[in-house]
């Protein structure tokens, strides 16, 4: 029971992340109004995958919480990727600093990769479940420069 409390909370903590900021953010998502470049989804794929991503971050945490394999280095690259990741949708939509937003989330490409090299070196398993999120923000990153360079 008390490794499903820890795994419940290892979700709950990203994916609560990504709600508050959802809704933070609702009032100022402009997306469907935006020039995009090819290949830009549809706006209502974007909580479904990001969902899948806070669950799979989530679970991959809880790995290694489970095993004790948490220490303050991987505490510092998991939150400081949470946080700089919840601050990309302010960045980029409330505040509409589209060319920060380009810098902010190559930032976030680094930390989440240091975040899987952690997560790897302490459990396979853990590190690979990060993969997902790496290359949904790559995709990110390439929409985030399409974007900015289609409606300057």
């Not at 939509?93 to 976030?108: D, H, K, N, Q, T």
């Amino acid at each position: 029971m008390e490794k499903i409390k820890m795994y419940a909370k290892s979700i709950f903590i990203p994916v609560l992340t990504g709600t508050v900021i959802g809704i933070i953010t609702s009032q100022f998502i402009n997306y469907n109004t935006l020039q995009k470049p090819p290949l830009s989804p549809p706006g209502y794929i974007f909580p479904i995958v990001w969902t899948i991503i806070y669950i799979l971050m989530g679970i991959g945490y809880g790995i290694l919480k489970s095993e004790n394999k948490v220490d303050e280095k991987t505490k510092i690259i998991y939150y400081t990727q949470l946080i700089i990741n919840a601050l990309w949708s302010i960045i980029f939509f409330v505040l509409e600093w589209r060319l920060f937003s380009i810098i902010w989330i190559i930032l976030l490409d680094i930390v989440v990769l240091l975040m899987i090299k952690n997560f790897y070196s302490k459990n396979k398993v853990a590190g690979l479940l990060q993969i997902p999120y790496l290359i949904w923000i790559l995709f990110a990153t390439y929409l985030t420069v399409g974007i900015y360079i289609l409606n300057k």
